[in-house]
Each structure stands twice: as structure tokens, then as C-alpha cells.
């Protein structure tokens, strides 16, 4: 079992930064890979960014050029920043824990979410 612990969400006004820290621990050998994922109200859940275990990263267009998920493998922790924050990246943001496969691919594993909204 792996478990996830997300902080860091908030109120934050359109252009604003923030930063969600995911702590991961259980059995770990389990996944490769961790990503964030978020659902805004009326919509599906999306994949935002997936990082690999060895460093490859991905970004959904919505996200490229404004977030950043890096991992700090010492800490077991992901982190996403978040900079030029828009109205429309309001969701609430879950911490995956999955496997890198052409890409990011999810397993069963989440955190309990964290609120970022976006307003002025």
C-alpha cells in the first residue's frame, strides 16, 4: 500500500505562484512514478504532470511554460509549483502514485486532495 499527503493548496489571485508537496510512503517499490491530477467543479479529473522515479516529466498543454513537478527522491516527496495562476486552474489537486509507461499511467493510489482556487 502507498500512501499520499498533499499540502499546499490556498486562495491565491489570478498571476499568483503556489507550491503543492506530496509526501509518499508505504511500499514504494510498488510505483515508478508519481503524478498530479485535479478536478475542477462540472469537469473530469485530468492528469496536470507526471514525473518517473528516473526524472522524465510530463505537462498537459494547459500547464506547459506554468507548472513544474520535480521529485526529491531523499524525501520521497513530489512537488508541483505553480506559477501564472489562472481562474481555470482551480480544482481540487490529488497526488497519484503510478507508473511510467509512454507516459504517465496511474495506479490506484491517492492522496486525499488539496484545494487550490484561483480568484480575485
Known amino acids: 500500500q502507498v500512501r499520499l499527503v498533499e499540502s499546499g493548496g490556498g486562495l491565491v489571485q489570478p498571476g499568483g505562484s503556489l507550491r503543492l508537496s506530496c509526501g509518499a510512503s508505504?511500499?514504494?517499490?510498488?510505483?515508478?512514478?508519481m503524478g498530479w491530477y485535479r478536478r475542477a467543479p462540472g469537469k473530469q479529473r485530468e492528469l496536470v504532470a507526471g514525473?518517473?522515479?528516473?526524472?522524465?516529466?510530463s505537462y498537459a498543454d494547459s500547464v506547459k511554460g506554468r507548472f513544474t513537478i520535480s521529485r526529491d527522491s531523499a524525501e520521497n516527496t513530489v512537488t508541483l509549483q505553480m506559477n501564472n495562476l489562472r481562474p481555470d486552474d482551480t480544482a481540487i489537486y490529488y497526488c497519484?502514485?503510478?507508473?511510467?509507461?509512454?507516459?504517465?499511467?496511474?495506479?490506484?493510489?491517492w492522496g486525499q486532495g488539496t484545494q487550490v482556487t484561483v480568484s480575485s
Open positions: 497519484n502514485g503510478g507508473y511510467w509507461s509512454r507516459g504517465y499511467q496511474p495506479y490506484d493510489y
Open positions: 514525473i518517473s522515479f528516473g526524472g522524465v516529466t
Open positions: 508505504g511500499t514504494l517499490f510498488s510505483i515508478n512514478a
